[in-house]
């Protein structure tokens, strides 16, 4: 084969590779597009059912409020009417009383004027007697018709004008939720979770997480604060879960739809305690550290079950109980896991005190931060500055390697350079405590 063949040749595998990326790419965008079609025609779908859903149960409530209305103003024009009535009926029993009485007296007298002169002055005597009996000058009084009640329904548009205006108000659409995922960054058994407002003209008080397994299970409630992040520990690695957001206006008790769900998980092992170490006892996932036994002379450091912290991480040690104070009592990192250390004031560490004293290779610092009391959250992170080459002047500085150090605890931090011997991909963590009554969580 010619060398302009083997050029062509190799031009026309090229095309063919070519060729077929283009072709996965576009494959890749036509999937895209399906997704994103079936987001816009699922999630309109159930926007419809939940319109339809919802208004239905407002009409019938509407009904149910209407008619239970409707009867109680039909049972008090009864009661108006069976109360007003009675005292007519009454009336009305005794006028026709007095006509029967009338009636009667009529006809006697008319016998008694028809009647011989034998009978006539007896039946004119007892007709007489009689008369005066019913007393004919008396009569009932009849109430006028001003006196009796003239039941009326007093109805105006006032209630179907407001409910108009409330109904034109009532609900809304949006293609978007107001905020959105923005990231999902994996830490040790954990994920940091970001989330941003999309809607500039959405007020957000507070913000609520929720996240779930992908593969199923219900969702449930991670956070809800004003927070813009948090991070959800506890974690199974290599597990896929589901994220989602959703916010509540200023004045408002309802939540916003929720975002679009993102995937996400975590592939770092979390930090956990190293078990079995003298004077500590660990909680079921061995994150919670909890100084137990201060019997011993000598103060034991707990050290992490592996060198599970890197370059780039925010370690966070987070104090839930405290004891008695003492100044060997020291939480930071460590190279190794020197066994025999009393305290991680030691070469090859860095660490804070609870009286706020920060020590580098066993060094005072002189920066100061905040003492570390309950509650209190410590927090390290740490940057490879640069691999220092290897001279006398660096070995008078103790190393040559640099870690930039931010150690921070309530609204203070210190930042300095770690100088050591050779360069690391991971640290160990570590606490030691003199006193009981220490309780410590790391994440």
Not at 70 to 86: K, T
Not at 161 to 182: D, F, L, N, T
Not at 392 to 406: E, M, P, Q, Y
Request: a negative charge; proline letters at 3%.
């Amino acid at each position: 084969m010619s060398i302009e063949a083997e050029v062509l040749l190799q031009e026309a595998k090229e095309s063919i590779e070519a060729a077929q990326n283009y072709r996965s790419e576009l494959q890749q965008r036509l999937h895209g597009l399906s997704q994103a079609r079936k987001q816009v025609r699922g999630s309109s779908s159930q926007a419809r059912e939940a319109l339809k859903r919802h208004f239905s149960e407002l009409q019938m409530a509407a009904a149910r409020l209407l008619a239970e209305r409707l009867a109680s103003l039909l049972a008090e024009v009864d009661a108006i009417e069976h109360d007003s009535v009675q005292p007519l009926d009454d009336c009305q029993k005794l006028i026709e009383q007095g006509v029967g009485a009338a009636d009667e007296l009529l006809r006697e007298g008319e016998v008694a004027i028809r009647c011989g002169l034998a009978e006539k002055e007896d039946k004119l005597g007892s007709f007489t007697k009689k008369a005066l009996q019913i007393q004919l000058d008396s009569l009932p009084e009849v109430p006028a018709l001003v006196d009796v009640p003239c039941v009326s329904a007093q109805l105006d548009d006032s209630l179907l004008y407001a409910v108009r205006e409330r109904v034109a108000k009532h609900g809304s659409v949006s293609s978007h939720p107001p905020v959105q995922i923005e990231e999902l960054q994996e830490r040790p058994g954990s994920v940091l979770v970001r989330w941003c407002k999309v809607d500039d003209d959405f007020a957000a008080q507070d913000y609520r997480l929720q996240y779930r397994r992908s593969a199923s299970g219900q969702y449930k409630d991670a956070y809800i604060g004003r927070d813009c992040e948090f991070l959800v520990l506890h974690l199974d690695t290599h597990t896929e879960h589901l994220f989602r957001v959703s916010a509540r206006g200023e004045g408002r008790t309802e939540w916003s739809p929720w975002s679009v769900p993102q995937a996400g998980y975590t592939t770092m092992a979390p930090h956990d305690w190293c078990p079995g170490s003298e004077g500590y006892i660990l909680s079921s996932r061995r994150n919670i550290a909890m100084r137990s036994d201060s019997s011993s002379s000598r103060t034991p450091v707990l050290y992490s079950n592996a060198p599970t912290y890197f370059c780039g991480q925010t370690l966070t040690f987070k104090i839930s109980a405290v004891g008695l104070v003492d100044k060997q009592d020291s939480i930071g990192v460590c190279v190794d896991c020197e066994s025999g250390a009393e305290s991680l004031q030691r070469n090859q560490a860095v660490c804070i005190s609870t009286n706020g004293t920060v020590f580098v290779n066993g060094k005072e610092m002189t920066n100061q931060l905040p003492d570390i009391t309950l509650g209190s959250a410590v927090t390290f992170e740490m940057e490879v500055v640069n691999l220092l080459p290897v001279s006398n002047n660096n070995l008078s500085d103790g190393g040559n390697f640099k870690l930039r150090v931010t150690i921070g605890t309530g609204n203070r931090e210190v930042v300095f350079d770690w100088l050591l011997d050779q360069g690391v991909d991971c640290l160990f963590f570590g606490c030691s405590f003199t006193h009981t009554g220490w309780k410590v969580l790391v994440f």
